[in-house]
């Protein structure tokens, strides 16, 4: 991996590292509406891997690939918020839909049930899990996204570090711990689902053959849970915690 004069080679790293970007962009696309193109992604993950490779100093075993993979990841989803990728009539059903689970958990003090949702928006059963396929991507406002660029231990690291902002600790801490709380509060199957593509990295067809569901109906699903999570949240008025979120989705 190094030239003749002891430096680093980065067109063999690009081509090994490679298949990482592509293996990004695949796990992404799953969250993402059939309006952006694989390639796309691909294209700004490379972007993303060649500043890696100009900001890391301490070689390229593992821990550069946990680096690159963090910085790969940021650079698509930067290249998904310049590109607004998500159409206005479409963020307007993800709102309807947080308004009427916030509505009906208030109500009845529990988690609604999708059959309850679509009565409370006024539509069928079938319409409504359509436009859950449909606003599928909305679900990149998570906790992951907003650490992505500064690494999974970023509370961790920055605890000892003088220069970091003790408001913002503490808030971050907050929003992983109010966040971790939601994730609980989720039905059983959607915590599986979402323990299955989060934690074990598995795709959406692989998901659908653990759960014995289509791969339309995971996606159905994860779109659910997000926007579940997005009401808990966003509901009880938290509106640092959003400003922050949104900023990253």
Known sequence: MYNAAG??????????FAPLVRRIACHLMARLPASVHIDDLVQNGMLGLLDALGRFEAGVGAQ?????????????????????????????NC??????IAQLEQASGRVPTESEL??????????YQEMLQEVRGHQLVYIEDVVAERGEDYLEGHLADDSADPAQL?????????LVQAIGSLPEREQLMMA????????????????????????????????????R???DGTRNARARLERHG
């Open 196 to 231: 299955l593509y989060y934690e074990q990295d598995l795709n959406l067809r692989e998901i659908g053959e653990v759960m014995g569901v289509s791969e339309s109906r995971v996606c159905q699903l994860h779109s659910q849970a997000v926007l579940r999570l997005r009401s």
């Open 64 to 92: 550069f690939e946990a680096y690159a993979a963090q910085r790969v990841r940021g650079a698509m989803l930067d290249g998904l918020r310049e590109n607004d990728w998500l159409p206005r009539s479409l963020r307007r």
């Open 170 to 178: 503490v808030a971050d801490a907050d929003l992983r711990r109010r």
């Open 7 to 16: 430096q680093l080679n980065k067109d063999q790293l690009v081509q090994r």
């Open 233 to 235: 949240l966003f509901g």
């Open 118 to 127: 679509a009565d409370s928006l006024g539509m069928t059963l079938a319409d």
């Open 95 to 100: 709102r309807r839909i947080e308004a009427a």
